[in-house]
């Protein structure tokens, strides 16, 4: 299957390939165990930064949509259809919306929840 | 001298074969491609005006008129120099013509490079497609013919072995000729790798098009390789057996053959006919 960027879309090329990534699993066109190509591979053939695909692997793999086998290379996640579905970004903004809702009922004020949150990323 | 007798009509193949036959199909193919193509209906295929390419053609073209020329005075000069002399003709003359012959076909190569380079620059389209499945050797090339380029490629290190008898000094035969066979192996593995995963030359050219031209060059590297170790055996064997008188011509006969099947087979695999060409269109 095929994947078609473009780069002068207001989405970065990065978000675009998890997009499409994402879609082709929830799709059927990528199924669990197909292998990808290599990073390198991709970023030649669509002649962006290797680091601009590796960030895209990244997120694919924190997401659980994709896996590296070390050598072997890069793979569809087994649960990688469940995993799409997931939209990491909704989730925190929905969980961070209740904690947020859940402090200020008992009077925390914005800096200290703001403070509060840089030191727990910080601490993690 | 018998030997001798063998060689001319080899030469003459040679020149041939080198500078009038692929030259003229190459020749032919261009002008196919300006006259079919225009640059009106057909602009991303074009990257200077039609008029540009047809004065490189001709200068390509006149470079192999003179190879030819200069082909058959050195075989007026061996024939002349065989009849007073009777001597051997050293392998050298073969190669060295073939170095000659092969010039404009660099230069042509190294245009097309610089051609393609231009035609990235100048590739304005915002949008780039990829295929998500990964490209492995074995999509190009068959296990069979890749294990046959390595058994011969361990039969020439045995055979060399044997023939210098195990003399490992550094500056000894045996070692020169492991070295280059092993640079030239690792050479081509380099081009390889760059076909199978380097950048696409033509931003332009249909997957499919693409896919028949690595498969051309990786197929026609691993022959190369499969022959250039069977050559130099052969050399060899050649030397061993006292059967010197032959090597001008089996030289000659090695670099047809190692014409044939890369420019050759590139020629064949990229049929201009069932080539895509509509991607260059506006």
């Known amino acids: 299957m095929n994947i078609e960027i473009d780069i002068e879309d207001s989405l970065p090329v990065f978000a675009q390939l998890i997009e499409q990534i994402k879609s082709a699993v929830l799709n059927n066109q990528l199924k669990a165990g197909d292998p990808l190509p290599s990073i390198r591979q991709l970023a030649n053939d669509l002649e962006v930064n290797n680091k601009t695909v590796a960030k895209a692997f990244k997120f694919l793999e924190r997401d659980g949509v994709i896996e590296t086998k070390g050598y072997r290379g890069t793979y569809i996640h087994p649960d990688a259809k469940i995993n799409s579905g997931i939209d990491i970004n909704a989730l925190i903004h929905t969980r961070l919306q209740a904690v947020v809702k859940e402090l200020k009922a008992v009077g925390a004020t914005d800096s200290e929840l703001r403070i509060a949150f840089k030191n727990i990323v910080n601490d993690n | 001298m018998y030997s001798n007798l063998i060689f001319y009509p080899i030469f003459i193949a040679q020149i041939w074969l080198i500078s009038i036959y692929y030259p003229s199909i190459i020749s032919s193919r261009v002008k196919h491609v300006l006259q079919n193509y225009p640059a009106d209906e057909y602009p991303k295929l074009y990257t200077h005006t039609p008029d540009y390419f047809v004065k490189r053609l001709a200068i390509f073209q006149f470079v192999n008129g003179v190879n030819s020329v200069l082909g058959l005075a050195i075989l007026l000069a061996v024939a002349y120099w065989d009849s007073q002399t009777e001597g051997k003709i050293s392998e050298a003359i073969p190669m060295a013509y073939y170095i000659i012959q092969m010039l404009p076909i660099a230069l042509l190569e190294l245009f097309t490079f610089k051609e393609l380079k231009l ?158 060409f509509d991607v260059y269109r506006k």
Not at chain 2, 129 to 135: F, G, M, N, V
Not at chain 2, 140 to 158: G, K, N, Q
């Open chain 2, 119 to 276: 035609m990235r620059e100048q590739n304005d389209a915002s949008k780039r497609s990829a295929t998500l499945t990964p490209r492995k050797l074995t999509d190009y090339v068959s296990v069979s013919l890749l294990a046959s380029a390595f058994i011969c490629y361990l039969i020439f290190v045995v055979f060399v072995m044997f023939v210098y008898n195990f003399d490992f000094a550094i500056d000894g035969k045996l070692v020169m000729n492991l070295v280059s066979m092993t640079v030239m192996n690792l050479f081509f593995a380099g081009i390889i790798y760059w076909n199978l995963y380097g950048r696409k030359s033509d931003p332009h050219q249909a997957a499919e098009d693409r896919y028949k031209q690595v498969k051309a060059a990786i197929t026609g590297l691993v022959i190369v390789s499969i022959v250039s170790s069977l050559f130099l055996v052969a050399m060899l064997a050649i030397q061993n057996y006292d059967l010197r008188l032959l090597l001008p011509s089996f030289s000659s006969l090695f670099v047809q053959l190692g014409v044939i099947l890369t420019i050759g087979r590139a020629i064949k695999a990229m049929d201009l006919k069932s080539t895509n």
